[in-house]
């Protein structure tokens, strides 16, 4: 079996997804109850939660791809980056899904620079505010300042329905300007 049943009902096919097996409901359902960082924060702090951040750090333009930049965690999980560095063939289907995340959304599949530095900038406020104290650097965020607000964590459902709302609402603004 390669498939899983989504929170929708649909059967997502982990070796060959399609951009028809992508559903916003699915995503923002998933994202809104994985939590970041394997779990290990002071409290639930969803992807879902992550991803809104992410997206508010950059232009409009590139919200929509910074509000789905990990949007492959509603199929396959939120993997931590020190562990995703030792499974290259995780990363290959975080790629193909990736890839069916962009067709399904219009969008480009190489991120841009502005969402990857966003990135950044929330994990380095994430580390400051949800995560145990440790004194030690973190190599991936040399040089990358926090934000100076305080992140405040959303319950799932939430942060769900945040995400889910600002989807439709980015969706809605690409579809306008598509037909400009």
Not at 89 to 113: K, Q, S
Not at 174 to 180: E, W
Request: hydrophobic letters at 40%.
């Amino acid at each position: 079996m390669n498939w899983i049943l989504t929170y929708s009902g649909r059967q997502f096919d982990l070796v060959h997804p399609t951009a028809a097996m992508i559903s916003p409901h699915d995503i923002a359902h998933s994202l809104a109850n994985l939590c970041r960082f394997n779990g290990h924060t002071r409290t639930h702090y969803s992807v879902a939660q992550h991803s809104l951040l992410v997206a508010s750090l950059v232009p409009e333009e590139h919200q929509l791809v910074a509000l789905l930049h990990d949007a492959t965690e509603a199929y396959i999980g939120d993997m931590t980056r020190p562990l995703k560095a030792l499974m290259p063939g995780f990363r290959i289907a975080e790629e193909i899904i990736w890839h069916a995340v962009c067709d399904r959304f219009n969008l480009d599949p190489c991120l841009p620079e502005c969402v990857v530095r966003a990135d950044l900038i929330a994990l380095a406020t994430e580390r400051r505010d949800l995560m145990p104290n440790y004194s030690g650097e973190w190599e991936c965020l040399r040089g990358v300042p926090p934000m100076t607000e305080t992140i405040t964590p959303l319950t799932a459902p939430e942060a769900g329905i945040q995400y889910f709302s600002r989807l439709m609402e980015l969706m809605q603004a690409q579809h306008r300007r598509a037909c400009a």
